[in-house]
């Protein structure tokens, strides 16, 4: 499996931006479909994002689409989640997650998991 960790989380105010980063260890980064997922107090974590090991197919919620963009760095073994417009609903941490079975939006499919970032958007 790969290790991931997490960057970037904050507290920023409502229609704001932040990016978030995750850097993996481990096994070849290229192979893996890379996603981000989230979860509020008092909620499941549900997906947010993701993007393929090639990058050329992204994925994302209607709750974020038009507002977040997913990218990744194969040189850098990093994938990264760009914020904008974030309103106090975005509130969660966020988590990283890697998978070599294919994207999916349950989060029983993906097998690596980091330990997660706050993002707190005030109003």
């Known amino acids: 499996q790969v290790q991931l960790v997490e960057s970037g989380g904050g507290v920023v105010q409502a229609g704001g931006s932040l990016r978030l980063s995750c850097a993996a260890s481990g096994r070849s980064f290229s192979g893996y479909a890379m996603g981000w997922f989230r979860q509020a107090p008092g909620k499941v974590r549900e997906f947010v994002s993701a993007?393929?090991?090639?990058?050329?197919?992204?994925y994302y919620a209607d709750s974020v689409k038009g507002r977040f963009t997913i990218s990744r760095d194969n040189t850098k073994n990093t994938v990264y989640l760009q914020m904008n417009s974030l309103n106090p609903e975005d509130t969660a941490v966020y988590y990283c997650?890697?998978?070599?079975?294919?994207?999916?939006?349950?989060?029983?499919?993906?097998?690596?998991w980091g330990q997660g970032t706050q993002v707190t958007v005030s109003s």
């Open positions: 993007i393929s090991w090639s990058g050329t197919g992204t």
């Open positions: 997650a890697a998978t070599t079975t294919g994207i999916r939006y349950s989060e029983l499919h993906w097998s690596s």
